[in-house]
């Protein structure tokens, strides 16, 4: 286990990393983005919501992924790498969506989508919901 | 036991000009992706299918969800300055800043246990509702990666402290930043789209 | 690093001495005996989804029937038997052995490797699949037994006990297939990095064999496919045992969205078994006809857009679920679409077999059955695939004879190609070739002989998962009678054939007539090495200076051009 001699060869590979961002400047960032999607719903304006979350939370996973995990760094394979994957989460969601966001078809229905009772209001009075099978 | 059973000569090749190890953890990051992208798609679509889900997420905490936030981001910045340091060659600075990372892991779960019993107590359990069966579901799955992470830093920590396999330190470090980008997003949907 | 520098069989011998039964075997890093506990597991369970197989064919052929070695099959246990056999034959024998075993053996040796870059990363995957596979055994012995829900575990006949008529069987079979993922997950890594990484000195990309790109290729598919499955398996999980309702309409669900998340996964899954086996007819093609692949880069670029096109077909097995129609339009068009390149690819073999000096040598009778008895399961399912007709056909014998033209091309003749092929590699040894060829004809004509009939029962109305069809009037005429007991009988014949190979195995491996290092004048790398190879593969890493496929190069003595060869 205790090998140093190996450890030439791999980082031969690499001398890429001789730019180190200043670190602690992003975690501010991310902090002071933090802070503004926990007060985004305070507005009341559903579409500020919104953005703040969702925005917000794509603009973290961005500096993330730049700035801490280097991807810019790492083989260009890698970046194609990612956006693939999430590619293939959006392709998902396609094909998926147009019926899991459906109530009814046209030989079929979800009797408690239709009848508005899918989501029963969790007792919030220290029981627990009833298995029904 | 021999050498060449512990580290072959193929590890130490780079034909693409990555080391295998961050070649390695990448291609993980990518599998992990399509399990979280697969189980979040999922819930965004019950989500955008029924108001009611917004009602049942006004029952989650956001300040916890928001601590715990900080708290993942914070030990975010603790694994990539252990990075730094494990390249400065200095395995001793990188592993007290693993360390923390893992103290932040640590305090991450340990809040969610407490966040998750007041939850139980007053009712809102797996199978409460749907929106509930999903949050469970989607945090338990991503604590159980923190979980995983916490340990392995720990094993990684342990030889960086006597300056061994420091390359590792980074490569622990890209799972740990996935893991935190996993929860920048299960924050917003679980706790403030309501 | 002692070993480079010794001679290869001397120090082979002094390690051996040095290393306990236990390390060498049991614990071992090696890929190649790793590839034989994947390959020998894979094979075990093989003669446990082809004896499931057997029961329920005479069940459903002679109805009522005591089942030598079984007994009388009730429903629940014909349920059982079914999906068994199914998710064994897929996760629990191609995968193993055309993936892990294949992968694990070929991809050192074939870019001139010592092994793959995470050996004990390795051993772990081999560990975690073994739990797997003996977390599924105990499924089977569990009150209520087996999982009975399908292969494919829709819901709610998976979710419920009462439907399913299992109890915690079907639930510790998804643990099973969650540590299967695991394993797999594990093991593509270890061969992704590899094959990118390791080559050796002068492999660029287009100088890798077919079949070491083509198992990479399948390892990316499968790892960018099985996300959604693994949150659906825990989703599925929760609903048997939590109470939850992810898949259940009464209480907010929907299960067409398991559906979803399973055929998401399942049919680039199927395209992960396909591209070794085609793999591994090409490399055997161009060896046992003397000729280069047709067209190298055609072959790497239809398998690559293959695999992308692999994750814009999935909801064809989905057709008269009640999916919104126009998705089934869309569907139908990616699903023709994705023929094109699969047929691009045969006929690039074709091509290549087209003016060469073909031997029919056993491995190439198997890669000939391959190319022709999955030309049938290809174009068998553009009927699938145009979602009018799936109307009619889905759920009916025609989509069975259908996938088991492509699974059994794949799985079986493959996997039998692949180790006729690579067995002097691998053991020293050669097989016989008469009993191969025995094995041969023996396998590939009752194979035949069971799934055309079952194309025209499903044709006439026979549908999929019927226990007893004497339930149904209309579809126990005699002519349907008679097709089903004759598939039956094929089948019986067809096993009894495998013991053929068992016995060639056995004794080839013991007492056959020794292998030098190149039998077949290949020019691929691993036939550089010993036979078998030691740890570490070689005294010397090779270095490469062409491509894999420069078979009767004009102006040269011999036929073939070894990658390693300086001139």
């Known amino acids: ?133 | 036991m021999s050498a060449a059973a512990s580290r072959p000569i193929a590890t130490g090749r780079s034909a693409t000009g990555m080391p295998t190890g961050r070649l390695a953890v990448w291609w993980v990051i990518a599998s992990e992706i399509v399990i979280f992208g697969g189980l979040l798609g999922s819930y965004v679509m019950h989500r955008l299918a029924h108001d009611a889900f917004a009602q049942q997420a006004a029952h989650t905490n956001t300040w916890i969800g928001a601590f715990n936030t900080f708290v993942l981001l914070t030990s975010s910045l603790s694994a990539v300055l252990a990075h730094k340091a494990a390249e400065e060659g200095n395995g001793t600075k990188a592993a007290r800043f693993l360390y923390y990372t893992m103290a932040g892991g640590v305090v991450f779960i340990v809040v969610k246990a407490f966040e998750w019993t007041s939850e139980i107590q007053h009712g809102f359990t797996i199978s409460s509702n749907t929106f509930w069966s999903f949050y469970y579901t989607a945090a338990g799955i991503h604590a159980g990666h923190v979980i995983a992470g916490v340990v392995i830093m720990g094993i990684v920590a342990q030889a960086a402290r006597k300056n061994l396999e420091l390359q590792r330190v980074e490569l622990i470090g890209l799972y740990w930043h996935f893991v935190d980008i996993v929860w920048i997003f299960l924050f917003p949907l679980l706790y403030i789209a309501k | 690093m002692v070993v480079q520098h010794a001679s290869p069989a001397h120090e082979h011998d002094a390690q051996h001495a040095r290393q306990s039964w236990v390390r060498h075997y049991l614990l071992a890093t090696d890929h190649k005996i790793i590839c034989f506990q994947y390959m020998f597991t894979g094979m075990a369970l093989a003669v446990v989804a082809g004896f499931f197989s057997y029961v329920f064919r005479m069940q459903m052929a002679f109805p009522g029937m005591n089942v030598p070695g079984w007994g009388l099959v009730t429903p629940a246990e014909y349920n059982m038997l079914v999906t068994n056999h199914g998710a064994i034959m897929i996760f629990w024998v191609a995968m193993p052995v055309l993936i892990a075993a294949f992968g694990n053996y070929l991809i050192p040796l074939m870019i001139g490797a010592d092994d793959m870059v995470f050996p004990r990363v390795n051993r772990l995957s081999y560990q975690i699949f073994l739990l797997s596979v003996i977390i599924l055994l105990v499924s089977f012995f569990v009150d209520g037994g087996g999982s009975a829900g399908a292969w494919t575990m829709y819901p709610p006949l998976m979710a419920k006990a009462q439907y399913s008529m299992t109890g915690t069987g079907s639930s510790v079979f998804l643990v099973a297939i969650a540590l299967e993922f695991v394993a797999f997950l594990l093991g593509g890594i270890n061969f992704v990095t590899t094959a990118m990484n390791a080559r050796a000195p002068g492999m660029t990309y287009y100088d890798i064999p077919i079949v070491v790109w083509m198992i990479v290729i399948a390892s990316i598919l499968f790892m960018a496919s099985v996300g959604p499955l693994i949150a659906g398996a825990v989703m599925m999980l929760f609903d048997q045992q939590l109470g939850t309702a992810f898949f259940d309409p009464d209480r907010g669900g929907d299960p067409i969205l398991w559906q979803h998340l399973f055929w998401f996964f399942g049919h680039p899954e199927v395209y992960v078994v396909l591209l070794p086996a085609i793999g591994i007819t090409a490399e055997i093609i161009t060896v046992f006809s003397r000729k280069k692949l047709f067209a190298y880069k055609t072959v790497l670029n239809t398998a690559i857009g293959t695999g992308v096109l692999s994750f814009t077909v999935w909801a064809h097995h989905q057709f008269i679920a009640g999916i919104d129609p126009r998705m089934a339009n869309i569907f139908t068009v990616t699903t023709l679409i994705i023929s094109i390149p699969i047929a691009e690819m045969m006929f690039v073999y074709v091509a290549t077999l087209y003016g060469g000096s073909i031997t029919l040598a056993t491995p190439m009778l198997w890669a000939l059955g391959f190319i022709a008895t999955f030309l049938i399961g290809g174009v068998t399912g553009i009927f699938l695939g145009a979602s009018g007709a799936d109307i009619y056909l889905h759920d009916t014998y025609f989509v069975l004879a259908h996938f088991h033209y492509t699974f059994f091309p794949i799985a079986i003749i493959g996997t039998y190609a692949g180790l006729t092929y690579w067995f002097p590699k691998m053991f020293g040894k050669q097989m016989n070739e008469t009993l191969g060829k025995i094995h041969f004809w023996g396998t590939f004509i009752p194979f035949n002989c069971i799934f055309i009939p079952l194309f025209f029962t499903g044709m006439l109305g026979d549908h999929r998962r019927i226990f007893d069809y004497t339930y149904f009037p209309e579809l126990s005429t005699p002519m349907l009678e008679n097709l089903r007991a004759f598939a039956t009988i094929s089948l019986v014949v067809m096993l009894g054939f495998q013991l053929v190979f068992i016995y060639n195995f056995v004794t080839s491996l013991l007492w056959g007539e020794k292998a030098e290092k190149n039998p077949w004048h290949a020019n691929t790398l691993e036939w550089t090495a010993d036979s078998p190879p030691p740890h570490g593969n070689w005294a010397e890493l090779p270095t490469v200076y062409r491509g894999p496929y420069e078979y009767s190069v004009p102006d040269r003595k011999d036929d073939f051009w070894p990658q390693n060869a300086k001139s």
Do not use: C
């Not at chain 1, 394979?77 to 956006?83: F, M």
């Not at chain 1, 046209?106 to 239709?114: H, I």
């Open chain 1, 1 to 133: 286990m205790a090998d140093h001699a190996s450890h030439g060869t791999a980082h031969e590979a690499h001398g890429e990393h001789t730019h180190h961002p200043n670190y602690v400047k992003i975690w501010a960032i991310l902090l002071a983005l933090l802070v503004v999607s926990v007060a985004g719903p305070f507005v009341g304006i559903k579409a500020v919501t919104l953005i703040t979350a969702f925005g917000v939370a794509i603009v973290k996973a961005y500096l993330v992924v730049k700035n801490f995990m280097h991807i810019d760094v790492a083989a260009r394979l890698v970046t194609y790498l990612v956006l693939t994957m999430l590619l293939f989460m959006l392709l998902f969601f396609a094909g998926t969506a147009p019926d899991v966001m459906e109530s009814h078809g046209s030989n079929w229905t979800k009797p408690s989508w239709v009848a508005g009772t899918a989501h029963p209001e969790a007792p919030a009075d220290g029981h627990g919901q009833e298995e029904e099978h």
